[in-house]
């Protein structure tokens, strides 16, 4: 009889389980956006949160000052940048409201659910893109008010106004936020995801084909370094009586009228 022989393969242990292949999945956004969107929100949160007392005014002025030059940034990357991250398809998202409007209004009349269910999957991506519309909308009105402000240009229904469109731009990341995690869990999908990742799981080729991540970490660099910069330039002592106000490339102090001072 021959004797048998077989390769010398390595030998897997007992329990180990068996190496997966990664899940399918491709690029849906792109670095720079995803910068964009975590330093916009982390700067609107820091400025709510240190809208109130004098001890943080000047930390909630800068990140004010970030959130308009984030704005700006976004608007000319939405003007110059890949098709994908075009404001113009924004813009064409939103100008396919009435007609979904008109369709789902004769899907009802029709009680076609086919149609509906169509329908209802555009209303969905509809209501993501009107939000975030609303949010970059919100942007200036709230930045514009918050400077009046801080430099004394109006009364106090300028700091009345100014908290009314803080309190409305809060309402809108809300919905935003209730919007994602509700439609999340109606499509069984993380719609978070692709701000985390840049991916969605799935088959198919990428919808952005360059990552762009220098592009996203020049982004952050310069956001820190405006924040170093304003850091070095901000007062370091304040003598009480007197208010710090600080602004790009300026900073200077202003102490209150005293009695004194009026009979002068």
């Known amino acids: 009889m021959f004797a048998t022989t077989r390769p010398n393969t390595p030998e897997r242990a007992p329990g180990a389980a068996e190496a997966t292949p990664p899940s399918p999945s491709r690029r849906v956004t792109d670095a720079p956006t995803r ?27 800068v990140l004010g000052y970030t959130m308009a030059g984030l704005l700006g940034w976004r608007v000319l990357y939405g003007l110059v940048g ?89 309402a809108l990341v809300l919905a935003h936020l209730g919007l994602l995690a509700t439609l999340s869990v109606w499509r069984r999908q993380n719609l978070a995801r692709p701000m985390l990742t840049g991916r969605v799981a799935g088959r198919g080729p990428d919808l952005v084909t360059r990552n762009h991540g220098g592009l996203a970490l020049l982004l952050v660099l310069a956001v820190l370094a405006y924040w170093g910069w304003e850091w070095q330039h901000a007062p370091q002592a304040v003598e009480p009586g007197i208010r710090a106000t600080s602004g790009p490339g300026i900073t200077l102090t202003t102490r209150p009228r005293s009695h004194d001072d009026e009979d002068d």
């Open 82 to 170: 890949p098709r994908h991250v075009r404001l113009a398809a924004l813009a064409r998202k939103l100008a396919a409201g009435p007609a979904w409007a008109r369709a789902t209004l004769q899907a009802l009349r029709a009680g076609d659910g086919n149609a509906l269910a169509g329908a209802g999957r555009q209303g969905q991506n509809l209501a993501l893109a009107g939000v975030v519309a609303a949010l970059l909308l919100a942007v200036p009105p709230l930045v514009i008010s918050g400077v009046a402000t801080f430099h004394d240009w109006g009364g106090e229904w300028l700091e009345e106004v100014h908290e009314l469109f803080g309190n409305g731009m809060l």
């Open 35 to 61: 910068a964009f969107h975590w330093l916009f929100a982390l700067s609107f949160v820091g400025a709510y949160l240190t809208a109130d007392g004098e001890r943080w005014r000047l930390v909630h002025v």
